[in-house]
């Protein structure tokens, strides 16, 4: 487990580029999430909106921090105000309305058309807050696959990527994580930020939509695109890649190297290093496709030479030549990788004792670094100071932070 980096010296906050901006999240579970805390890392107010159980991974342990808090929610969920509002409640209904009606942002991924009856739906809100962005997220879009329900498994199996995924004989199998869930939440985090550039310039406000299966068929990119521009069904390949060869993990005389030769040039220093430079003189291996064609004839040359040496030997050896290599690390073993290489991949959320680790946004700002001043709230943790500044001013009033 990781202990909390040291607290950072105490400066004046900076500038962020979202600043002011607030959003109304009816969002769970991954993708809405995802989105929204990324946005809130960029300065953003994000207004959590809760029902009295809870986002769906406040349960989805274990794992679990020190204190019982799930960490896949504390993944997605930091920088962020949590207020309970039940739609069954007219009350809690009326909250919810006046939000999305002060909210520069809103976002949600119920079913579609499932928020219409509450009157939070795009065209509801809009006639309250003409220029909102509203940026709704599902499982197969709106028309034909609008019932049927969103989940990134099913996703990763209708979409394809199942199918691509496992030994070669072997059965199908899913991603390491929810791939599409994070592929739509960053897509929709780049619609918002393009919808609030629109609006500057015009003061219109839209809908965006997205969904796992379009972000699918999207981050498949070379897969799905050879099946729509050469009429090629892709299939399983273990870790071999259709295109290219060697790109993949190779045995050593203790394991596994990922070896990358992406190119002539890197075959030929891999050659070099392996004490085999012939063979980047082949015509059988000279080019890429011929590397590729015959995988089977030149796969025994370099592991014949590979298991000479220790993987940490060629790693070595390799990276000092300029061929793109590495080990097939665990979790832990990449975290403490990442901290090696000077990216500091984890940092402090919160202040004083409400302080808990979390992963660093991968973006580094030059003026306008990212924030991790909430860690992750509990649930309801900020009702009472949300319905305070709902009540504090009509619905006309200019939009700001709560």
């Known amino acids: 487990m990781i202990s909390l980096p040291e607290p950072a010296v105490t400066t004046a906050p ?46 989805w342990v274990p794992p679990v921090r020190p204190d019982g808090v799930s960490t896949y929610y504390a993944a997605i ?16 209904l009326a909250a919810a309305r006046a939000l999305a009606a002060r909210a520069d942002v809103v976002i949600e991924n119920f079913k579609p058309g499932g928020l219409k009856r509450f009157g939070l739906d795009y065209a509801s809100v809009k006639e309250r ?10 499982g ?19 979409s394809g990527l199942m199918s691509l995924t496992g030994d070669a004989d072997g059965s199908p199998y899913r991603a390491g994580i929810s791939v599409f869930d994070v592929m739509a939440g960053l897509h929709s985090t780049i619609g918002i930020l393009a919808a609030l550039r629109h609006r500057e310039r015009t003061g219109e406000g839209q809908q965006i939509q997205t969904s796992l299966m379009a972000s699918a068929m999207s981050g498949l990119v070379n897969q799905t695109s050879a099946y729509v521009a050469g009429g090629v069904v892709p299939h399983r ?54 590397r590729t064609e ?10 014949e030479r590979l298991k000479t040496r220790p993987a940490g030997y060629w790693f070595d050896k390799l990276n000092e030549a300029g061929v793109p290599n590495g080990p097939i690390n665990t979790i832990e073993q990449g975290v403490e990788y990442a901290q090696k290489l000077g990216l500091e991949p984890v940092v402090r959320v919160g202040a004083g004792d409400h302080a808990v680790p979390g992963v660093r946004n991968p973006i580094t700002f030059s003026a306008t670094p990212p924030r991790y001043d909430l860690a992750p709230p509990l649930l309801g943790e900020h009702s009472d100071e949300v319905r305070a500044w709902l009540a504090a001013a009509p619905q006309s009033t200019t939009k700001g932070e709560a």
């Open 77 to 92: 969920n930091r920088n962020k105000k949590s207020v309970v509002l039940d739609f069954g409640d007219a009350g809690d």
């Open 237 to 290: 390949m273990g870790n071999a890649h259709p295109s290219l060869f060697p790109y993949e993990p190779l045995p050593t005389a203790d394991g596994e190297l990922i070896i990358a030769a992406g190119n002539n040039a890197q075959f030929r220093k891999l050659c070099t290093v392996l004490g085999t430079p012939e063979l980047a003189d082949d015509p059988r291996f000279a080019e890429n496709a011929h």
């Open 294 to 303: 015959r995988r089977e004839e030149l796969r025994p040359l370099i592991v």
């Open 14 to 59: 900076a500038a962020r580029p979202l600043d002011g901006v607030v959003i109304a999240d009816f969002s769970r579970v991954l993708a809405g999430p995802y989105a929204t805390m990324l946005l809130a890392d960029m300065g953003a107010e994000v207004i959590k909106v809760e029902s009295p159980a809870g986002d769906d991974t406040r349960s």
């Open 140 to 158: 197969f879009g709106t028309a034909e696959g609008a019932a049927l329900p969103g989940y990134d498994l099913i996703v990763q199996a209708m």
């Open 129 to 138: 807050n003409e220029s909102v962005v509203y940026c709704s997220i599902s």
